[in-house]
């Protein structure tokens, strides 16, 4: 276990010059809410903080598409966001924001303490310069054709439509999209942190002190740029948005907005510390603060090499870890608002969360999916099947289910009370699942105490699936039919049953971190307070007091329906099409059309990361309670693997053994039903909506690639 006094647990600053979708809240805010929710359960000191970052060119640029001012655009989107969080219950201690006074007030601080210390350097170098405008110009205002793709309006950092990073330089024919007229160079003053300076201790410091705790994807980032040499980077731009340079011969200059972004961790802890009376300084300053970072993988360099020598040179302290995650994709391909092939926040909230029968049990079912989801290696899939798979085969089927019988055969066997548990007649596998909540706990501990959630969550449910085993060996319902003759029998309903009702009450601590509206209407049926959700109550089967009556079961989930799911689809692809055709009546996406690419166009490198194999089915068979799911035994040549389909409605498991098929054999593992998945077969639909095999030729040898 840690031995931290305190925590200060951080996640990015998400923009605000939009929303923000579902791929940022799983990248992010609902891993740290998770890992600061199990903290507070530990009753650990800890502080979460976020809030939005509102400088930089993106706002401007928004601005600039929407006909207003970049001020108009922040105090839009700023409480958009801080609201959506709310209600996905994201749980920060405090949302803050770089455009309030206090933050300015300490990022200028910070940059002059580093300028006075002689840790920046100043240089001067030639920029694009829009004389019709009088201003510098940022990457993002200049635009010219793309030098890989043709492309006419690509953008000085990047092209919309092939991906490619550029520079302004690289452009041909460069215009300004301030005034239209091509830019001329012009000399500027700026300054530099020295990042060259740093590369010795960075070395030492991430790639030997953390090689061990932190994330593989996060040391390789970081060794790459290590590896590739380190250089000076500006602190500063011209730039009339953003906080303002505090010395002499720096008008028209602002802070660079990735070193004022991180900045914001420290001013808004600066004032969660005045409203709650606290010491900010201890928080950032203290070797006893365990100061971690949740971010997305396009923020690990400012993490972890630019930041810290900032954090260094300040004299704060350096993060304990940064568990980057990777990307969430959407039903196939990257998410785009460009293309307008995205989920934000907003819209699941209002389609789901908002209606008659959403609520917060639509909440957890999204944190739950995300969870289970996590790209905390690779990037990772959502897909509205698979969210509907999810719920309705987990959390319905096998924690609600659970719950749900327990409630109902202790009001129908019990009388409504807790049963008295008689020790002398446990058995063999009453014994097994008190071990079971037990072994359960240690390894939901481990799993979050080293940022695996996915797993953590795993255990809970499979927790839960063990008591449904139980209680289906148990029999308590056959076991009543006996008491006539045997009234001693009453005694295993009671043990079954008060197992069964303290497991109901350990599944509410362990699943709060990850569901808290499903912990807190467990507390509500076992009518027990908040309290009882301290982790130190969890493995215990102690917890719900002998003779204690409890409401009436409620359902903790309801099945989302095929027609919700299909209309989802249906919304994503109408998207599309409004984008490409231009029929879309917002300005954004009309814009946004000149932009877009199909969604069947992708580069040839990514069609190579595909790894598709020849393979025959030898085995198939139903996996209980699971409708459309058949779990396959799959012969790839050099082994056989398990792959979880659902295609058990158009196929018996019996007439698809012995079939030749093409299978995607490097797709990320998942579990489904507690089987690891390990692989995806192809399939076609026809025009009467029945699925076929994808088969390969007779002749071609199992493990064969297909190219």
Request: glycine share 6%.
């Amino acid at each position: 276990m840690n031995s931290s006094k305190r925590y200060l647990i951080t996640a990015a600053l998400p923009y605000a010059n939009g929303l923000k979708h579902i791929g940022h809240l799983a990248g992010a805010y609902l891993p740290a809410d998770i890992y600061v929710r199990y903290l507070k359960a530990q009753k650990r000191e800890v502080v979460f903080v976020c809030g939005s970052d509102e400088h930089g060119t993106a706002i401007p640029i928004q601005a600039k598409k929407e006909g207003t001012t970049a001020q108009a655009i922040i105090d839009k989107y700023h409480p958009i966001i801080k609201q959506n969080f709310e209600d996905l219950s994201i749980d920060f201690d405090i949302y803050h924001r770089t455009s309030a006074p206090l933050h300015h007030k300490t990022a200028q601080a910070f940059f002059k303490k580093l300028n006075d210390n002689g840790d920046l350097e100043i240089k001067e170098t030639e920029q694009y310069f829009d004389e019709a405008a009088q201003t510098f110009l940022a990457d993002r205002f200049i635009k010219g054709t793309c030098p890989n793709c043709g492309f006419e309006e690509a953008f000085g950092d990047q092209c919309e439509k092939c991906g490619t990073s550029l520079s302004p330089e690289l452009l041909i024919n460069p215009v300004s999209t301030l005034s239209g007229n091509p830019p001329i160079k012009k000399l500027t003053k700026h300054w530099y942190l020295p990042l060259n300076k740093h590369e010795d201790w960075l070395r030492e410091w991430i790639l030997e002190t953390h090689k061990s705790d932190w994330k593989t994807n996060v040391i390789g980032q970081c060794k790459s740029w290590l590896d590739g040499g380190l250089q000076p980077r500006a602190v500063t731009r011209d730039l009339d948005w953003g906080v303002k340079v505090p010395v002499e011969g720096a008008d028209g200059k602002v802070l660079y907005v990735w070193f004022d972004a991180p900045i914001g961790y420290i001013s808004a802890t600066k004032q969660y510390c005045l409203d709650n009376g606290m010491d900010a300084d201890l928080l950032w300053k203290d070797k006893d603060t365990k100061l971690v970072h949740f971010i997305g993988k396009d923020n690990i360099v400012f993490h972890c090499i630019i930041f810290p020598i900032m954090l260094k040179l300040y004299g704060d302290i350096l993060p304990d870890n940064v568990p980057a995650n990777e990307f969430v994709n959407l039903e196939g391909d990257k998410m785009s608002t460009s293309r307008n092939w995205k989920l934000e926040m907003q819209d699941y909230i209002d389609d789901f969360v908002k209606k008659e029968n959403g609520g917060p049990q639509l909440v957890d079912a999204l944190r739950f999916y995300l969870t289970t989801i996590l790209p905390e290696n690779k990037d990772s899939e959502f897909m509205w099947k698979g969210f509907q798979d999810a719920n309705n085969n987990e959390l319905v089927s096998i924690f609600g289910n659970f719950v749900n019988r327990s409630f109902v055969l202790m009001h129908k066997l019990c009388k409504g009370k807790v049963p008295p548990l008689h020790a002398a007649l446990l058995d063999t596998k009453d014994q097994a699942l008190i071990t079971d909540i037990e072994n359960a706990k240690i390894s939901i501990e481990k799993h979050i105490e080293t940022y695996k959630f996915r797993d953590a969550l795993f255990e809970v449910i499979d927790l839960a699936r063990k008591g449904n085993k139980y209680m289906q060996e148990k029999e308590p319902w056959i076991v009543v039919k006996t008491l006539e003759e045997n009234p001693e029998n009453q005694r295993l309903i009671d043990n079954c049953l008060h197992l069964c009702l303290q497991l109901t009450a350990n599944l509410a601590i362990f699943i709060n971190p990850f569901l808290p509206n499903t912990a807190q209407k467990l507390c509500k049926m076992m009518k027990v307070v908040d309290k009882m959700l301290e982790w130190q109550n969890g493995g215990r089967i102690k917890l719900l007091s002998v003779g204690y009556s409890l409401r009436a079961p409620e359902l903790l989930f309801r099945k989302i329906e095929d027609e919700e799911i299909n209309a989802q689809i249906e919304k994503l692809k109408n998207g599309v099409k409004e984008v490409v055709t231009g029929t879309s009546n917002t300005k954004a996406s009309k814009e946004a059309a000149e932009l877009v690419v199909e969604k069947t166009q992708i580069q040839f490198e990514d069609f190579a990361k595909i790894d598709l194999r020849v393979g025959t089915i030898i085995e198939a068979e139903k996996i209980p309670k699971a409708d459309k799911l058949l779990k396959l035994q799959i012969d790839l040549g050099t082994e056989v693997r398990t792959i979880c389909s659902g295609i058990a409605a158009h196929f018996s498991p019996e007439e698809i053994v012995g079939k030749r098929v093409t299978v995607v054999a490097n797709l990320a593992p998942r579990k489904m039903r507690g089987i690891e998945s390990n692989g995806m077969i192809l399939m076609a639909e026809n025009t009467e909506g029945k699925l076929v095999f994808v088969n390969p030729d007779d002749k071609v040898e199992n493990g064969v690639s297909v190219n």
